[in-house]
Antibody
Framework: EVQLVESGGGLVQPGGSLRLSCSAPLFTFSDSWMSWVRQAPGKGLEWVTNIKPDGTENKYVDSVKGRFTVSRDNAKKSLFLQMDSLRVEDTAVYYC???????????WGQGTLVTVAS | QSVLTQPPSVSGAPGQRVTISCTGSSSNIGGPYDIHWYQQFPGTAPKLLIYSIKNRPSGVPDRFSGSKSGTSASLAITGLQTEDEADYYCLSFDNILGDFVFGTGTRVTVL
């Protein structure tokens, strides 16, 4: 069964904003670390951000610090990624993942494509 | 460029054993951090293949195994099968970057 479903990707101009959402209806979301991982076209995987189960802590890769914000709504079993000041190099498929807390991402969404271009 | 280096490609005939290295440093693989391996087929999401150096999630065949020595980790595939053709990535935490980091990725080709 599908554990994670992302939405919100699309085409946006450089400098624009986009908000990704991830729904996690089938497991105990409120007990889970959650992350976003991205993959630029034809490139490798890049860890982007994670957030603690209660939402009180998060970390970001340097390239998105100050521009991306991760958040969650445990009541709605949903994860979000607010992406501002988007750059061409942010173009990628963005995956929502459940992280066991140590980097073991055991559930992955299908991915949502974000394209930043003029 | 990632701090975890993998060979771009490895290949082998069906039934052979291949290994994929993931070379790091004392700030990541050589430290007290877990190492995980992911398998990705073209156009699909990655899948957790090995966690915490050597453990297989339920459903992963036992022909996949992981190990670590010093500042390097390895993924071995014994009895290589055509369905093992995929990209493989290692992941660990790096205490200088303060972030999780994926390896550069390895494409496995079955000859």
């Amino acid at each position: 069964e599908v554990q994670l479903v992302e939405s919100g990707g699309g085409l946006v101009q450089p400098g624009g904003s986009l908000r990704l959402s991830c729904s996690a209806p089938l497991f105990t979301f409120s007990d889970s670390w959650m992350s976003w991982v991205r993959q630029a076209p034809g490139k490798g995987l890049e860890w982007v951000t994670n957030i603690k189960p209660d939402g009180t802590e998060n970390k970001y890769v340097d390239s998105v610090k100050g521009r991306f914000t991760v958040s969650r709504d445990n009541a709605k079993k949903s994860l979000f990624l607010q992406m501002d000041s988007l750059r061409v190099e942010d173009t990628a498929v963005y995956y929502c993942t459940r992280d066991r807390g140590n980097g073991a991402h055991d559930y992955w969404g299908q991915g949502t494509l974000v394209t930043v271009a003029s | 460029q990632s701090v975890l280096t993998q060979p771009p490609s490895v290949s082998g005939a069906p039934g052979q054993r291949v290994t994929i290295s993931c070379t790091g440093s004392s700030s990541n693989i050589g430290g007290p951090y877990d190492i995980h391996w992911y398998q990705q087929f073209p156009g699909t999401a990655p899948k957790l293949l090995i966690y915490s150096i050597k453990n297989r999630p339920s459903g992963v065949p036992d022909r996949f195994s992981g190990s670590k020595s010093g500042t390097s980790a390895s993924l071995a595939i014994t009895g290589l099968q055509t369905e093992d053709e995929a990209d493989y990535y290692c992941l660990s935490f790096d205490n200088i970057l303060g972030d999780f980091v994926f390896g550069t990725g390895t494409r496995v080709t079955v000859l």
